[in-house]
């Protein structure tokens, strides 16, 4: 019997026991989430129902060369509404009044609205769409609203804002002007200006605020007294000029929905600074309809065709085995080299080198530097390569295209190679490439990097400018120099590019013609592809801008020439420069007149800016000069002759009427 007593008290004692060590362990345990894991927990916990969110900043503006805004970030509200926040007195008080304004915003009853909210606050939703999407003074006006007006504490009002990027001119320069675009993986795609600045200035720098868990995976806004305020980003300023901007864009889509082309391109460079005052873009979708599909002119190397006789015929010339009256037996159109037949669009016989190149022989330049090159080709590898052709030209824009000049030893060197290079086959080059060396020319020898960017800005203050870079401070002689201008000019007057030839103002250039697609010869009779192309400056006399219109595959049922298909895309930006941009440009020349020719322009343009109606006296002026001036008061003009102005139709200081003809004779 005592036995059994002693084994019940041992069990007793035992359970006693094991409890009170429970009991302790489980002491233990608290004190030790309170007092040693407690700010662990806390932090848990913390994180489950509140976390630090990003406030994104504003991403900086692009303006164009004038101030005028080519890309901007627009702010995009949504309104919600934390439907059990408010005391019931104050939601009692002021859902009426809710309803009213928000019935005014919408024009929806204000019935609705007020049992649609109360229905909110019935099912304790604490995130109850109240507007999305709108713009800023939208969410002005409706931050103002009853109960809203409250703020967040006492009203309830949830705040989110987005923001998101507009180009103001649509579609035109959109693919130069750019974006940056981030999808779900991370992955950036930066095009354009817009992406190449947008890691160092155009992004500014996010901000922090806490967000509270408010159920069914939704988190909103809390007072956060550490936040930190985002920085907005810095605004940059482009070269782009929006009028010669416009007259390009326009110019080529008309060309290219004229001549059914796949895509084409076309720039407008600045002589002196290189500064690109307008690039445009446009690729053919499935609809047959143009848009900014790629930076045809930056990232597309291509074979130049003709536009490269002009480097080839300069190194001959350069290296002093021609001149330009040299004698070239082009035969009757049509010549073999190493096995392989040349040919031109007609035989021309024996002609100057210069002749050639007015009329773009194939045969003539291949000729030439084969003769002459055929055993050193390094040396016109050499002398090409000095002139930067074979490199990119490292512009502010991602993805510029590399430039291809093959030299003995490459795969794709051949006895061939250097009568094909010679007009421009067997190597590539971008069209922004092919436009900074003609505008050496036009700019006396020295090439400039072509610039898209003036200065970076935060407001007014200046945070970095960009100037003109040389790449190269003479590519050849003056001698050398003189006689490629002089040809560029007759290529206009006399040679293929005869049919742009106008008496109001003069031009420069050459034009090219290429075939595409081609590596398979028997295919490509089938369906003949080409890309036409001109490149060149004006005005000859005193070089302003230089420009290059490159079109890829043109209906051969229309036209393929370049100086049928790209030609007049020149010409048409050239002239309408000339009569549609600001007068300042054209002022801007007058240093190279006399004292009283100045004067004489300045009463001329206080005149016509001050009086639209009142005709000028533009005797003495240049005829191109009086054109342009004129026609920019509204004026048709007939002109008879080219120089100077010696009469005028409409005498000075009568009243004149809109699109009224005044004759101008020199």
């Known amino acids: 019997m005592a036995t059994t007593e002693t084994n019940i008290l041992n069990r007793l004692y035992f359970v006693a026991g094991s409890m009170f060590v429970f009991a302790l362990a489980v002491v233990f345990k608290l004190c030790s989430i309170q007092f040693i894991q407690g700010d662990q927990y806390r932090s848990l916990a913390e994180e489950r129902i509140v976390k630090n969110v990003e406030i994104p900043a504003n991403r900086g503006n692009v303006y164009s060369a004038d101030g005028s805004l080519l890309a901007t970030s627009i702010p995009k509200y949504d309104i919600r509404l934390d439907a059990i926040q408010p005391k019931d007195e104050v939601f009692n008080k002021y859902i ?101 600045f947008g890691v160092d200035y155009l992004r500014g720098k996010n901000g922090k605020r806490l967000k509270q868990k408010i159920g069914n995976g939704q988190w909103k806004p809390i007072v956060d007294y550490n936040q930190v305020e985002p920085q907005d980003g810095y605004d940059v300023y482009t070269t782009i000029d929006v009028n010669i901007q416009d007259i390009a864009h326009h110019s080529l889509l008309g060309q290219l929905e004229k001549y059914e082309a796949d895509h084409g391109c076309a720039v407008v460079m600045d002589v002196k600074t290189g500064e690109i005052k307008a690039i445009s873009n446009l690729g053919r979708n499935k609809d047959g309809e143009y848009y900014e599909r790629l930076n045809y002119a930056v990232g597309e190397s291509h074979e130049p065709g003709s536009t490269f006789k002009v480097m080839a015929i300069m190194a001959a010339l350069e290296d002093k085995v021609i001149d330009t009256s040299t004698i070239v037996d082009t035969q009757k159109g049509t010549k073999r080299f190493y096995g392989r037949t040349i040919s031109d669009t007609r035989g021309y016989g024996e002609i100057s080198a210069a002749k050639a190149l007015e009329v773009s022989s194939n045969i003539g330049l291949a000729t030439i530097v084969d003769e002459h090159y055929s055993d050193r080709p390094k040396k016109f590898i050499n002398r090409v390569k000095s002139w930067s052709l074979h490199e990119p030209l490292g512009v502010t824009i991602i993805g510029e295209g590399k430039p291809i000049i093959p030299e003995p030893g490459d795969k794709i060197w051949s006895k061939n190679a250097l009568p094909s290079m010679a007009y421009g086959y067997n190597l590539q080059m971008t069209p922004l490439q092919t436009l900074a060396f003609y505008n050496a020319i036009a700019n006396d020898g020295e090439m400039v990097k072509p610039r898209f960017i003036k200065a970076v800005k935060e407001f007014d203050r200046e945070i970095e400018t960009f100037d003109k870079e040389v790449i190269n401070q003479k590519i050849c002689s003056d001698k050398t120099l003189r006689e490629i201008q002089e040809i560029l000019k007759n290529v206009v007057l006399r040679g293929t590019g005869r049919r742009m030839y106008s008496k109001n103002f003069s031009m420069a250039g050459k034009t090219g013609t290429a075939r595409t697609d081609y590596n398979n010869y028997e295919e490509w009779l089938k369906d003949r592809k080409y890309v036409s192309s001109f490149a060149g400056y004006f005005p000859v006399e005193n070089p302003k801008y230089s420009c290059i219109v490159v079109i890829h595959k043109p209906s051969t049922k229309v036209g393929y020439y370049g100086a049928d298909v790209s030609g007049p895309v020149f010409k048409r930006i050239a002239q309408k420069i000339y009569t549609e941009t600001p007068l300042i440009d054209e002022i801007e020349t007058l240093e190279v007149v ?30 191109m000069d009086a054109l342009a001036l004129l026609e920019n008061m509204g004026l048709k003009v007939k002109v008879e002759g080219i120089g100077m102005v010696k009469s005028q139709s409409i005498n000075k200081g009568i009243k004149v009427k809109p699109n009224e003809i005044v004759v101008l004779s020199s």
């Open 96 to 196: 009426k009044a809710l309803g009213d304004s928000l019935s005014n915003y919408s024009g929806k009853p204000s019935s609705y609205h007020q049992n649609t909210i109360k229905k909110a606050r019935k099912n304790k939703n604490r995130y109850f769409l109240l507007a999305r999407n709108i713009s800023y003074s939208d969410y002005i006006r409706l931050r103002n609203f009853p109960l809203l007006e409250l703020g967040a504490i006492r009203g309830g009002l949830i705040v989110e804002q987005t923001t998101r990027r507009e180009h103001p001119m649509g579609g035109i320069a959109e693919r130069t002007i750019g974006y940056e675009k981030i999808d779900e993986d991370g992955n950036v795609t930066r095009p354009g200006i817009d992406g190449y």
């Open 594 to 623: 006399s004292a009283e020719v100045e004067a004489q322009y300045e009463s001329f343009y206080n005149t016509a800016q001050k009086y639209k109606t009142i005709m000028p006296d533009v005797i003495g002026l240049p005829t």
